[in-house]
């Protein structure tokens, strides 16, 4: 359990690197930080949502309905606070902070209901556990990749519009 939570903090750490780097070396990206910024918060609430290890116990069931609520909640707020074009960034905020809650929310029941203490595990591990799955690893990188580069790529060169016209078409 430990490690892959470390492995996932030093992931999320080094997708931190990048996302600054990328955010303050493009002027389209810095345009918009603040909403960057709340829709990165996104990640945070991943690093600790352990779905890994409900399905590892075959504790589904009690990971479904958390879930629920957390989608539940997103869309309701959505709906209430998204009211005009300028209240845009709520969606960020929305789907983001909640979903940190939520990951927290998770984390923290599956440390108290199967008493996992916590310690981080050394770096030498984290590459060892990253090396033995690297697999899995990069085939869910490589997914990822495909399913937004496109969207990301297109973005740093034509307007808003455009990528919302293209992104709605797929």
């Keep these: 359990f430990n490690e892959v939570i470390s492995a996932k903090i030093v992931l999320f750490v080094l997708s931190l690197i990048v996302f600054a780097v990328l955010t303050y070396s493009y002027p389209v990206l810095r345009k918009?930080?603040?909403?960057?910024c709340y829709s990165f918060l996104f990640c945070i609430g991943g690093v600790f949502l352990p779905v890994w290890f409900f399905q590892g116990i075959q504790?589904?069931?009690?990971l479904s309905y958390i879930t629920l609520i957390i989608k539940l909640l997103t869309s309701i707020s959505i709906v209430v606070l998204v009211v005009s074009p300028e209240t845009y960034y709520w969606f960020a905020i929305c789907t983001s902070g909640i979903q940190l809650i939520g990951g927290v929310v998770t984390y923290f029941i599956?440390?108290?209901k199967y008493k996992i203490p916590f310690y981080f595990t050394g770096l030498a591990r984290i590459w060892e556990l990253i090396n033995s799955e690297k697999l899995f690893f990069l085939?869910?990188?490589v997914?990822?990749?495909y399913t937004t580069t496109n969207i990301f790529l297109l973005g740093l060169f034509v307007e808003a519009k455009e990528v919302?016209?293209?992104t709605a078409s797929v």
């Design 32 to 36: 918009d930080l603040m909403l960057h």
């Design 164 to 166: 919302g016209i293209y």
């Design 110 to 112: 599956a440390v108290k």
């Design 139 to 141: 085939s869910t990188v």
């Design 59 to 62: 504790e589904i069931q009690q």
């Design 143 to 145: 997914i990822h990749l």
